[in-house]
C-alpha cells in the first residue's frame, strides 16, 4: 500500500520521539515489559499548543494543567520533577508513541475510548471534561451541535472530537482537517472553519486569549484518562492511587482553580469514577 502524506508525517513523528527517548536513556528501550511505575525517570507525553492544560514556552519547559497533573502523579510515585522530561506528543501520535516506548506516560487531554483501549492501558480518569463549541462573535446563529449542520469544524488528526458531531449526534457539518487545535483556531480567526467543537477545557485555554464565544452547550462527558503502555496493570494502579490523594489533599481544586478558575466553567473538584486497569 503506497503510503499517504499523513502516515509518512505520523510515522516521522513517532520515529523521531523514539530517537530522542533511545538518546535519553528514558524511554521503555530494551526494558519493555517494565512498568512505568519502577522507573525513576520518566518522559511524560503532553500537548505544546493548548492554553491553561499543555503549552510549551520560548525556554523550551512546559506548563499547564496537565503538565501539572503529571508533576503530582510522579511525584507521587517517587519521581521528582528534576527526573522528569516532558516532551511534545500529538494526538495524531499518543498510541504508537506509547507502543515505541517513546514516552513512559501521556497526560494530554487523552480521552478514554472503547477503541483506545485496545491499545493503550488507561489510568483514570483524572477528569472529565464535556464537549462544547467555540464559535466567532458574529456566529450568532450556532447555539446548539445541531446547528452545526452543513458549517465547517475542526478535524484534528488522531482527536474523535469531531466524530461525536457527525458520527454520534448525526449532524452533517463539514470536517476540514487540521494537525492541531491552535492552528484550529488560527483557522476560525481567519475564516476557514466556522466552528471548533472539542472539550471545554480546551477550548476555556483558548478562549481566554482569543476573539469569539463558546456557546455554552455541552453534550459528552470526556474523560481524560492518564496513558500507559498497553498491560502495564500495576503502574495503572499506581496512578490511579496518586489521582485519589490528588482529590482528596485538594491539590486537584487547586489546580482548576489555577487554570480555569475564571474561565466561568463549572469544575468538578470531586474523585472521578475509574474505568478499570486494563
Given at each position: 500500500m503506497r503510503a499517504t502524506p499523513r502516515t509518512r508525517r505520523t510515522t516521522a513523528a513517532v520515529a523521531a520521539l523514539a530517537a530522542m527517548a533511545g538518546l535519553s536513556g528514558c524511554g521503555l528501550g530494551g526494558s519493555e515489559k517494565e512498568s512505568m511505575s519502577k522507573k525513576d525517570s520518566l518522559v511524560i507525553g503532553v500537548k505544546e499548543d493548548q492554553p491553561a492544560l499543555g503549552v510549551k514556552r520560548p525556554d523550551g519547559t512546559y506548563e499547564g494543567f496537565d503538565v501539572d497533573v503529571a508533576t503530582y502523579?510522579?511525584?507521587?510515585?517517587?519521581?521528582?520533577?528534576?527526573?522528569?522530561?516532558?516532551?511534545?506528543?500529538?494526538?495524531?501520535?499518543?498510541?504508537?508513541?506509547?507502543?515505541?516506548?517513546?514516552?513512559?506516560?501521556?497526560?494530554?487531554?487523552?480521552?478514554?475510548?472503547?477503541?483506545?483501549?485496545?491499545?493503550?492501558?488507561?489510568?483514570?480518569?483524572?477528569?472529565?471534561?464535556?464537549?462544547?463549541?467555540?464559535?466567532?462573535?458574529?456566529?450568532?446563529?450556532i447555539k446548539d451541535v445541531r446547528d452545526l449542520k452543513g458549517k465547517r469544524i475542526c478535524e484534528v488528526t488522531g482527536s474523535n472530537s469531531w466524530r461525536r458531531v457527525i458520527e454520534e449526534r448525526k449532524v452533517a457539518a463539514r470536517p476540514v482537517t487540521v494537525n492541531t487545535y491552535g492552528a484550529c483556531m488560527d483557522a476560525l480567526a481567519a475564516g476557514r472553519l466556522d466552528a471548533v467543537s472539542t472539550d471545554d477545557?480546551?477550548?476555556?485555554?483558548?478562549?481566554?486569549?482569543?476573539?469569539?464565544?463558546?456557546?455554552?452547550?455541552?453534550?459528552?462527558?470526556?474523560?481524560?484518562?492518564?496513558?500507559?503502555?498497553?498491560?502495564?496493570?500495576?503502574?495503572?494502579?499506581?496512578?490511579?492511587?496518586?489521582?485519589?490523594?490528588?482529590?482528596?489533599?485538594?491539590?486537584?481544586?487547586?489546580?482548576?482553580?489555577?487554570?480555569?478558575?475564571?474561565?466561568?466553567?463549572?469544575?468538578?473538584?470531586?474523585?472521578p469514577q475509574f474505568e478499570g486497569c486494563t
Open positions: 502523579i510522579a511525584g507521587e510515585l517517587g519521581v521528582p520533577k528534576s527526573r522528569l522530561t516532558f516532551r511534545t506528543t500529538n494526538s495524531s501520535v499518543r498510541e504508537e508513541a506509547l507502543a515505541e516506548g517513546a514516552v513512559d506516560m501521556i497526560v494530554a487531554t487523552y480521552s478514554i475510548t472503547a477503541k483506545r483501549k485496545t491499545a493503550v492501558t488507561f489510568a483514570g480518569p483524572y477528569y472529565v471534561a464535556h464537549q462544547d463549541t467555540f464559535v466567532r462573535a458574529d456566529a450568532a446563529a477545557l480546551i477550548l476555556a485555554g483558548f478562549a481566554a486569549g482569543r476573539p469569539g464565544r463558546m456557546i455554552n452547550a455541552p453534550f459528552t462527558d470526556e474523560k481524560y484518562g492518564v496513558g500507559l503502555r498497553k498491560g502495564d496493570l500495576k503502574g495503572c494502579e499506581q496512578v490511579n492511587r496518586a489521582i485519589t490523594r490528588m482529590y482528596q489533599d485538594g491539590t486537584a481544586q487547586r489546580l482548576l482553580t489555577k487554570w480555569f478558575g475564571k474561565s466561568g466553567l463549572k469544575l468538578n473538584v470531586s474523585v
